[in-house]
């Protein structure tokens, strides 16, 4: 919710401002992560992997510092033009910040993917430490064998031990990254928690409630777009959002039977975005049927991913 301004704290002292970018495999727990950083929920969580499509920035400040960390789409093997925009995307976020935090599902271990990050890193000159989410699941033995062969394999300045799900060790993480972050003016304002604009946030809320209703349905096929965002008279948000979708089979799945799931995923979604902009909001839904949005650049600029060949 960024205006494009910068602040400076008051009093002695100079300010200080650093990226963080969170880089993983998908399911790894950034989104979460970034949540516990920020003490807010500025990004979207679901038991389904890949969720996060684009850059996400969590804003932290605290004192003369401030943090910015990045929620990046988890890295996989890339198959689709969609997929090869996600995993750029990461790759790009890793390469632009002060700081990477390699966060790793310390229940699934070294597998493929981190074989593919670990390799990745070596081009990342900035510092790196390494994060071992869902710590709580994982006998200490596995998790310093785990740590160990992580370490041989990149130079990372120092090993996270956290349950980003319950908070326990993101605040040792956070004050590492703030001991790090260069001097400068902050990039946002005292107040703001993210720089996605109050339209996007309101779009992620509503896909967040679409994929944990129907996830198994619809797997990747469906994105949502706020069409219009007004603020009235009396201060509410009226908020109308389009549900795109691939496919008619699809469009049934989403609007369910006598239009019970989307009045569902709307009470949801709304529910959340009145706590988060401590407003009334309006919130209407519509469901369309657009086959390929997938390969259309201008859902990618909506998205804030490049447009790749």
Same mark, same amino acid.
């Given at each position: ?15 200080? &401002? ?6 993983? @495999? ?12 920020? =003490? ?15 850059? /996400?920035? =969590?804003?932290?400040?605290? =004192? ?15 198959? %689709? *033009?969609?997929? *090869? $925009? ?38 990342? *000159? ?13 006998? %200490? ?11 041989? !394999? ?9 349950? @980003? ?11 590492? &990254? ?6 400068? #003016? ?21 896909? #967040? ?17 706020? #069409? ?8 509410? +948000? !009226?908020?109308?959002? /389009? ?15 006598? =239009? ?6 709307? $009470? ?21 049927? %657009? ?7 201008? *859902? +990618? ?9």
């Amino acid at each position: 919710m960024d205006d494009g301004s910068m602040t400076e704290a008051s009093g002695a002292g100079p300010t200080r &401002c650093g990226f963080v970018a969170l880089l993983g @495999a998908p399911n790894a727990g950034k989104s979460t992560l970034l949540n516990a950083l920020v =003490g807010a929920k500025v990004s979207i969580v679901t038991h389904k992997a890949q969720t996060t499509r684009a850059q /996400v920035r =969590g804003v932290l400040t605290t =004192g003369r510092d401030q943090l910015v960390f990045i929620d990046t789409p988890g890295v996989f093997q890339p198959k %689709r *033009r969609l997929d *090869r $925009a996600m995993v750029n995307s990461a790759w790009t976020g890793a390469g632009d910040a002060d700081m990477v935090a390699l966060i790793v599902d310390a229940q699934k271990g070294l597998t493929p993917e981190i074989e593919v990050l670990v390799n990745g890193l070596d081009v990342i *000159r900035q510092p790196k430490v390494l994060v071992l989410n869902k710590i709580d699941r994982v006998r %200490r033995e596995t998790l310093l064998e785990l740590s160990s062969k992580l370490n041989e !394999k990149v130079r990372f300045e120092t090993t996270f031990m956290i349950s @980003a799900l319950n908070g326990d060790g993101a605040q040792h993480v956070v004050n590492w &990254c703030a001991a790090q972050a260069p001097e400068g #003016e902050w990039h946002f304002p005292e107040e703001h928690l993210t720089d996605l604009t109050l339209a996007l946030t309101a779009s992620e809320v509503t896909r #967040e409630k679409l994929f944990i209703r129907i996830h198994d349905e619809i797997p990747y096929q469906a994105t949502v777009e706020t #069409e219009a965002f007004e603020v009235q008279a009396n201060g509410s +948000y !009226k908020i109308n959002q /389009v549900i795109y979708v691939t496919r008619d089979t699809h469009k049934k799945i989403v609007l369910g039977a006598k =239009g019970q799931t989307i009045k569902t995923i709307g $009470a949801e979604a709304r529910a959340e975005m009145m706590e988060l902009f401590e407003v009334p909001v309006h919130l209407f839904l519509f469901v369309k049927v %657009r086959a390929n949005w997938a390969d259309d650049p201008e *859902r +990618y600029r909506e998205m804030g991913l490049d447009w790749t060949k």
